[in-house]
T-cell receptor, first 110, second 117 residues
Framework: NAGVTQTPKFQVLKTGQSMTLQCAQDMNHEYMSWYRQDPGMGLRLIHYSVGAGITDQGEVPNGYNVSRSTTEDFPLRLLSAAPSQTSVYFC?????????FGNGTRLTVT | AQKITQTQPGMFVQEKEAVTLDCTYDTSDQSYGLFWYKQPSSGEMIFLIYQGSYDEQNATEGRYSLNFQKARKSANLVISASQLGDSAMYFCAMREFTKTSYDKVIFGPGTSLSVIP
């Protein structure tokens, strides 16, 4: 079982560059979400989706875009990376129960 | 609005002793679920235990139990007989439910637990 797959595992960007973090799940979960984790801040919700074509903002959405064209995929786009976006990013999915997490992407913006 | 508070940034416990990690939450909804996750130093998120707001009994999963006090809006995690492998970050989380759907999951800031041999 693949579960939730995030790519890449590591990424270094220069300020102003754009990139997309990929997230795919094979469990037919309606709910998918993106979190960022910073020391002492826990996991903060960036964006989430309750089904294909439906997305909504979380706690810290600025600087990030998402789309949900299929049930399986939920990419996170950074349009113009900033040093403040240096973080570990987690994708997660679920039905009504607990979240299933990917292994995370460590992003550094210089 | 949903909010999760974990007031213990760091905790120490002697091996084989029990430890309680505090979690309080804020919601105006009657239907919601509470979760605890463990994050070891390797970074993965591990689901530990779940409590629904309408569950009459406190949830238990092996050495983990959830002390759910609905009126006080608290959902403390109790780990019995601590082991060295329990050293990790622990996160409390909450999801609100509607009649037809479910909402986002919000996490607290976490508690770092260190088990002393």
């Amino acid at each position: 079982n693949a579960g939730v797959t995030q790519t890449p595992k590591f990424q270094v960007l220069k300020t102003g560059q754009s990139m997309t973090l990929q997230c795919a799940q094979d469990m037919n979960h309606e709910y998918m979400s993106w979190y960022r984790q910073d020391p002492g801040m826990g996991l903060r919700l960036i964006h989430y989706s309750v089904g294909a074509g439906i997305t909504d903002q979380g706690e810290v959405p600025n600087g990030y875009n998402v789309s949900r064209s299929t049930t399986e995929d939920f990419p996170l786009r950074l349009l113009s990376a900033a040093p403040s976006q240096t973080s570990v990013y987690f994708c997660a999915s679920s039905h009504r129960g607990p979240l299933h997490f990917g292994n995370g992407t460590r992003l550094t913006v210089t | 609005a949903q909010k999760i508070t974990q007031t213990q940034p760091g905790m120490f416990v002697q091996e084989k002793e029990a430890v309680t990690l505090d979690c309080t939450y804020d919601t105006s909804d009657q239907s919601y679920g509470l979760f605890w996750y463990k994050q070891p130093s390797s970074g993965e998120m591990i689901f530990l235990i779940y409590q629904g707001s309408y569950d009459e009994q406190n949830a238990t999963e092996g050495r983990y139990s959830l002390n759910f006090q609905k009126a006080r809006k608290s959902a403390n995690l109790v780990i019995s007989a601590s082991q060295l492998g329990d050293s990790a970050m622990y996160f409390c989380a909450m999801r609100e439910f509607t009649k037809t759907s479910y909402d986002k999951v919000i996490f607290g800031p976490g508690t770092s637990l260190s088990v002393i041999p």
